[in-house]
């Protein structure tokens, strides 16, 4: 079982790692906003935000045995996009994401978990080129 300590040594040692892995993304979605007063329907608001990230680029090798709870095969061509919850937006949560813009091109949310070791500490983001 792990210790505090394992926890906090882990996430001290995940922000090292993550330091030279970092790009550059835009992550676009829609956040309720408020309900209509008379309707009850949802108010949204659309975001962009530019933010660093670590971005996997899944390659063939990678991709044969990759699967996520939700049944989404990771295919070559996708990526895996690592965004950590204190970089993240205030509102913006796994489920308000809804693309990616990663080096010059467009990557629709195929699934998102919101994934940490004694809590979550970040957000894992699977995105399929949008054509």
Do not use: C, W
């Not at 835009?26 to 971005?55: C, F, L, N, Q, R």
Request: proline share 2%; no cysteine; charged share 25%.
């Amino acid at each position: 079982m792990l210790s505090k300590q394992d926890v906090d040594f882990i996430q001290t040692a995940r922000e090292e790692i993550r330091i030279n892995r970092m790009h550059l993304v835009d992550i676009h979605g829609e956040i309720v906003i408020e309900k209509h007063p008379v309707t009850g329907e949802e108010m949204v608001e659309e975001y962009s935000h530019e933010m660093d990230a670590v971005v996997t680029e899944v390659s063939v090798r990678t991709s044969v045995d990759r699967y996520r709870n939700d049944g989404i095969e990771i295919r070559t061509g996708d990526i895996i996009v690592d965004l950590s919850l204190i970089d993240v937006p205030e509102g913006v949560t796994s489920e308000t994401i809804l693309s990616v813009g990663y080096n010059g091109l467009n990557y629709t949310v195929v699934a998102s978990d919101n994934l940490g070791l004694g809590g979550y500490n970040r957000i894992e983001v699977i995105g399929r080129r949008t054509q």
